[in-house]
């Protein structure tokens, strides 16, 4: 079992920035072995990727409506995946979700949910215009 936990949502105006983190844990979570990635969910929408990071870190990949604005980073030592969320907007409004996937290197990149295994409770984005 991995569990994840994620953190660092808020309210936020236009153009703002906000920070979330993820932290993994449980018996069978290796850092060096599950890719993480974070996904949304707007309010009558079906959740959607938003980015993912290889078990090294050293790839990365983004959903086109946010490549430039996010970054996803891991570190490995504290079982942590963070994102950074930067020149927020309006329709970046959600719950974030952070999952976690075994296929770790294979099929790269992971951008389908049926790719994760486990999932977070999700943390709530607001962005006011």
């Known amino acids: 079992q991995v569990q994840l936990v994620e953190s660092g949502g808020g309210l936020v105006q236009a153009g703002g920035s906000l920070r979330l983190s993820c932290a993994a844990s449980?018996?069978?979570?290796?850092?060096?072995?599950?890719?993480l990635g974070w996904f949304r969910q707007a309010p009558g929408k079906e959740r959607e990727f938003v980015a993912t990071?290889?078990?090294?870190?050293?790839?990365?990949y983004y959903a086109d409506s946010v490549k430039g604005r996010f970054t996803i980073s891991r570190d490995n030592a504290k079982n942590t995946v963070h994102l950074q969320m930067n020149s927020l907007k309006p329709e970046d409004t959600a719950v974030y979700y952070c999952?976690?996937?075994?296929?770790?290197?294979?099929?790269?990149?992971?951008?389908?949910?049926?790719?994760?295994?486990?999932w977070g409770q999700g943390t709530q984005v607001t962005v006011s215009s």
């Open positions: 990071i290889s078990p090294s870190g050293g790839n990365t």
């Open positions: 449980g018996r069978t979570f290796s850092s060096y072995v599950w890719a």
């Open positions: 999952a976690a996937s075994s296929f770790g290197d294979t099929h790269w990149p992971q951008q389908e949910r049926y790719q994760y295994d486990y």
